[in-house]
């Protein structure tokens, strides 16, 4: 996939977070087990009720330990919420303790998705903006698994809406991925959320929901100020997501936007041989001749990929066969230089010149040659290729 992080846990194993099941768990398991229930069972109630009252005060107990704080992580991933409580008022603080990814009891609770071990987490003073090794808050992991009830109370609780993991990515940026629209409006609703922002890749929140095919989210992204309709487009076109693509069109993006290099959502589609989406782009009025900086067009694109039908679509919407870029090559240079050809011979059935003259003289001929193509060589010399013609070289 696109993007984000591949999910590694497994539910009950804390091993998978680098949380290590020594002998502290089961023994103060057992402990804990011949103590007062009443006391955290009464508190887990006030929370699930969602009150915000501070809960009673906790005992003083002796100071905590490193083994109290790695089985708070242990309790926190696997254990019953009653656990977790008597652990906190055994003296385990729900600060320190981090895992070997570097996510802490918070992190944790959140990835289990369960509200009351999340409030009593930030009632007892764990930070909302904590990050793990890889730049991730608690927030970027509800994004990921879609808690929308855990997001709002972390929100609440101050956890930054724009923070960012090593990659760049944000929480919004995780919601338009997942295609997690409920999340991503009430994101977009926190003040100075920039929806515009990029990651370190360029792409935005909109972008990663084209190219998700989340449409929904996209719709939603795209009527926000200063929206990225074209820039979504080509992304939708590099990635082939057809649905994107002509929710993106219908929305009003410009067919024939250009990125930096000049090229249109046409040249990135057709170069990629994705057919469908060259054929919708073009019945919405893409030009197939618009050049990139290097004066290539669609058709060169398709060609080098060997993409048959792209290119007899292009060629049937009015593409110029014998289009020269930056060097005065041709698709049939291309296509001989790739070793295509069905594409080669489509090209000349539709009067492509077979010795058209290149960068120092080569024709498509010298190419194939030059590359080691007999099937081609052969072929261009059966349609009127001259083995005569030389190079600026003399080859």
């Known amino acids: 996939m696109v993007w984000g992080y591949k999910v590694t846990h497994r539910l009950g194993q804390p091993e998978a977070f680098g949380v290590n099941a020594g002998p502290c768990f089961p023994q103060i398991v057992s402990k804990l087990k011949r103590q ?54 055994q003296g385990a603080p729900s600060l ?35 990050m793990d090794r890889a730049g991730r808050t608690p927030l970027h992991e509800t994004a990921w698994h879609g808690y929308w009830s855990v997001a709002e109370l972390l929100l609440k ?5 724009a923070a960012r993991s090593e990659t760049g990515l944000t929480p919004l940026h995780w919601a338009a991925a997942l295609g997690r629209t409920l999340l991503a ?6 003040p100075g959320q920039d929806p515009a922002a990029a990651d370190k890749r360029g792409w935005t929140a909109m972008h990663w929901a084209a190219a998700g095919g989340r ?6 992204l795209a009527a926000t100020e200063g929206a990225d309709l074209e820039g979504a487009l080509m992304v939708s076109a590099t990635v082939g997501h057809t649905a994107s693509l002509r929710l993106l069109l219908a929305l009003g993006a410009k067919v024939d936007a250009t990125d930096g290099a000049g090229i ?14 060259t054929e919708v782009l ?25 993409h048959l039908l ?12 014998d289009a020269q870029d930056a060097l005065g090559l041709t698709p049939l240079h291309y296509a001989a230089r790739g070793g295509h050809a069905e594409v080669a011979n489509h090209l000349l059935d539709n009067g492509a010149q077979v010795n058209a003259g290149g960068w120092l003289h080569k024709t498509p001929l010298h190419l194939a040659v030059e590359h080691g193509h007999s099937p081609i060589t052969e072929l261009l010399l059966s349609r009127g290729a001259s083995p005569a013609l030389m190079t600026q070289w003399g080859e």
């Open 96 to 130: 320190p303790g981090r895992d070997r990814a570097g996510r802490t009891s918070l992190h944790l609770a959140v990835l289990r998705g369960h509200l009351p071990l999340v409030r009593l987490l930030l009632q007892r003073g764990a930070p909302a903006d904590a």
């Open 36 to 89: 007062d229930q009443t006391e955290p069972d009464q508190e887990l109630r006030w929370l699930e009720l969602g009150l915000e009252e501070k809960a009673p005060a906790a005992r003083e107990e002796e100071s905590s330990t490193p083994q109290s704080r790695g089985c708070l992580l242990q309790a926190v991933w696997q254990g019953p919420p009653s656990l977790v409580m008597q652990l906190l008022r």
């Open 264 to 277: 249109n959502a046409l040249g990135l589609a057709a170069g990629l041989g994705h057919h469908q989406d």
């Open 282 to 306: 073009l019945g919405h009025g893409a030009d197939p001749n618009v050049r990139d900086k290097n004066s290539r067009c669609a058709l060169h694109r398709a060609a080098s990929g060997g």
């Open 157 to 161: 609780r101050g956890a930054p809406a």
């Open 215 to 220: 449409l929904p989210v996209l719709e939603l």
């Open 185 to 190: 409006t009430r994101l977009l609703a926190v």
């Open 310 to 321: 792209t290119v007899q679509l292009l060629v049937a919407r009015g593409a110029d066969v």
